[in-house]
């Protein structure tokens, strides 16, 4: 039987988790955030509570947390309130949209969410607190770590390998067989043909033409 649910975050990306929710009629009992940033109608009707200290009130074995928390580029607060509450003996809920694809041979780590239209093939695992965000496409055998963001129209090809705290750009496609090391940022619509090394940025190439 599925527990209630606890939101940690109240900006745009929790807002598209609790529509998802919503639709699967999950129970939430609340979100947890200093303020909501987000207009949205999604947050209608539930419960707001303003400090971290609010998620210590429940009871670790009767609730799982979301983690609500959107991810930018080289910033770690996401990941940080993941590992607070692990610590302190909290799960954390898988969230999947209801027109994700994923393959009954994929493994999915804890607090992992999948959102609309993605699709993750068979041999894939994705590593605990990631985000397989709209209209991805993991390949077959790929192996995703711990913290990553796959933001909407990523494409990863069959075999491909990143470590912890990645963040992988709206559109970016990387080739068969690539890895991708820790603390690394592949940039909005680039293409990776070779392997990137840990603590890199991979920009996409900027081709302008003067206009006479």
């Given at each position: 039987?599925?527990?209630?649910?606890?939101?940690?975050?109240?900006?745009?990306?929790?807002?598209v988790?609790?529509?998802?929710?919503?639709?699967?009629?999950?129970?939430?009992?609340?979100?947890?955030?200093?303020?909501?940033?987000?207009?949205?109608?999604?947050?209608?009707?539930?419960?707001?509570?303003?400090?971290?200290?609010?998620v210590?009130?429940?009871?670790?074995?009767?609730?799982?947390?979301?983690?609500?928390?959107?991810?930018?580029?080289?910033?770690?607060?996401?990941?940080s309130?993941?590992?607070?509450?692990?610590?302190?003996?909290?799960?954390?809920?898988?969230?999947?949209?209801?027109?994700?694809?994923?393959?009954?041979?994929?493994?999915?780590?804890?607090?992992?969410?999948?959102?609309?239209?993605a699709?993750?093939?068979?041999?894939?695992?994705?590593?605990?607190?990631?985000?397989?965000?709209?209209?991805?496409?993991?390949?077959?055998?790929?192996?995703?770590?711990?913290?990553?963001?796959?933001?909407?129209?990523?494409?990863?090809?069959?075999?491909?390998?990143?470590?912890?705290?990645?963040?992988?750009?709206?559109?970016?496609?990387?080739?068969?067989?690539?890895?991708?090391?820790?603390?690394?940022?592949?940039?909005?619509?680039?293409?990776i043909?070779?392997?990137?090394?840990?603590?890199?940025?991979?920009?996409?190439?900027?081709?302008a033409k003067?206009?006479?």
């Open positions: 039987m599925s527990k209630p649910l606890l939101i940690l975050g109240a900006g745009g990306h929790a807002s988790l609790i529509d998802i929710l919503l639709q699967q009629k999950r129970e939430i009992l609340g979100l947890v955030s200093p303020e909501i940033e987000s207009n949205s109608k999604v947050f209608n009707g539930i419960r707001h509570y303003k400090s971290d200290d609010d210590l009130k429940f009871d670790k074995k009767s609730i799982e947390l979301v983690n609500g928390i959107g991810s930018l580029p080289g910033d770690r607060l996401r990941s309130i993941y590992n607070k509450f692990l610590e302190l003996g909290y799960e954390f809920a898988i969230v999947i949209a209801p027109s994700a694809k994923i393959s009954g041979y994929a493994e999915i780590g804890g607090g992992v969410q999948v959102f609309a239209g699709i993750i093939q068979t041999g894939a695992v994705i590593g605990a607190n990631t985000i397989i965000n709209t209209g991805s496409i993991i390949e077959h055998n790929c192996i995703i770590g711990q913290n990553n963001h796959i933001a909407p129209g990523v494409t990863l090809s069959g075999q491909v390998t990143t470590e912890e705290n990645i963040h992988i750009g709206t559109g970016a496609s990387v080739i068969q067989s690539i890895g991708i090391g820790k603390n690394s940022i592949v940039g909005a619509g680039v293409v043909t070779k392997n990137v090394e840990e603590n890199t940025i991979c920009f996409p190439v900027r081709i003067k206009v006479i």
